[in-house]
């Protein structure tokens, strides 16, 4: 199942972006698009499905679009060609009125530059979506609190922005975003300003409340190690095109071309691949037994202590799912595509 279903997704900027669909159509690059014709390509032919209650991560260098696109997942921009599926139904086709209701209840967005509103305080910025909803102050205030003690900022209800740190303030746009409870949550390069110990400390609470909430979550993000450290699924672009869609170990093991083999080439391999990406599936146990979540790093201690050189892989309840050796661990860690 799908929460959110991204089908042949054009967006050009300029006087005729309709009109230059047929030079797209063609293959004409984006930049001869705009020397040639004086539109910028946002995005070129998006198709993506992005999997209910899990992070997908869309990540790529300035320029590439990933802001756009998670534009269009709320209808902040419009598209020049394409549709946008959100169970079942196309939000680019609905109504003033229904988008209202989607943004109100379905689909929440926390902003790289927090977004909060300077002259209301940390509750009142907080329970602002639910007073939008219609939620009376008493009930709005009571679910603001609640999301105030879950990131960490009880006592500082009262408090403006102003007088907050960094860290503080996307701690709240945080907050705001989950008060709504919408299913969707919208993060457009959320922690990108934030210092790295602080940036780290925002992955960890979200992905502590992910565990618990089980969100649909569309992260923007131009950093690799970001992206390889929350993302169930992730997707990198390049001039408004898809380059390559999978697991943080698809993307270690099997980079498409040149473009991600250089973003991933300062990855700690062993500690992000899962021993269970490259295992050889078998029923017959072989050696000591890892469990099939543990990482290659937290592996090869016990492989590489073995007669054999070689562990079988279970489950958590003892099955046997396949073996390691040794040469594949070495040849993971070290970057040799088969």
């Known amino acids: 199942m799908t929460d959110i279903s991204i089908q042949n997704l054009y967006k050009v900027y300029g006087n005729n972006p309709k009109g230059m669909m047929k030079y797209l159509l063609k293959g004409i690059t984006k930049k001869d698009l705009l020397e040639e014709h004086s539109h910028v390509l946002g995005l070129r032919n998006i198709n993506l499905d992005i999997k209910s209650k899990k992070i997908h991560v869309i990540m790529g260098l300035s320029g590439s679009g990933k802001s756009t ?8 921009i419009e598209p020049t060609a394409g549709r946008v599926i959100v169970d079942g139904k196309n ?19 926390v902003f790289q530059k927090f977004g909060l509103l300077p002259h209301r305080t940390v509750i009142q910025n907080v329970s602002y979506g639910l007073l939008i909803q219609g939620k009376n102050k008493i009930e709005a205030n009571q679910r603001a609190q609640k999301w105030i003690d879950r990131v960490a900022l009880t006592g500082f209800e009262n408090n403006y922005p102003h007088q907050m740190s960094g860290g503080m303030q996307q701690r709240v746009g945080l907050a705001r975003a989950l008060a709504t409870d919408a299913g969707i949550l919208l993060m457009d390069e959320a922690f990108s ?17 992910q565990k618990e909430l089980n969100k649909t979550i569309v992260f923007i993000t131009h950093d690799i190690n ?7 699924n992730i997707s990198i672009l390049r001039d408004g095109s898809i380059i390559q869609t999978g697991s943080p170990e698809d993307i270690l093991l099997r980079p498409k071309d040149n473009y991600i083999t250089d973003f991933i080439k300062d990855i700690n391999r062993g500690r992000v691949i899962k021993i269970s990406s490259i295992m050889k599936k078998t029923n017959i146990a072989n050696g000591p037994k890892i469990l099939f979540n ?5 592996a090869l201690p016990i492989i590489a202590s073995t007669s054999d050189s070689c562990a079988a892989i279970v489950d958590d309840k003892g099955k046997t799912l396949g073996t390691v050796s040794l040469d594949s661990v070495i ?3 070290s970057n040799n595509r088969n």
């Open 226 to 232: 970001e992206a390889i450290r929350i993302g169930v």
């Open 294 to 298: 543990k990482s290659i790093e937290e």
């Open 91 to 109: 939000i680019i086709e609905i109504s003033e009125d229904e988008l209202r209701e989607f943004r109100r209840y379905k689909a929440s967005m």
């Open 193 to 209: 300003s934030l210092d790295p110990l602080i940036r780290t400390n925002m992955q960890d609470m979200l992905l502590d409340l």
């Open 69 to 76: 696109l998670i534009r269009h997942l709320n209808r902040i």
């Open 331 to 333: 040849a993971a860690i």
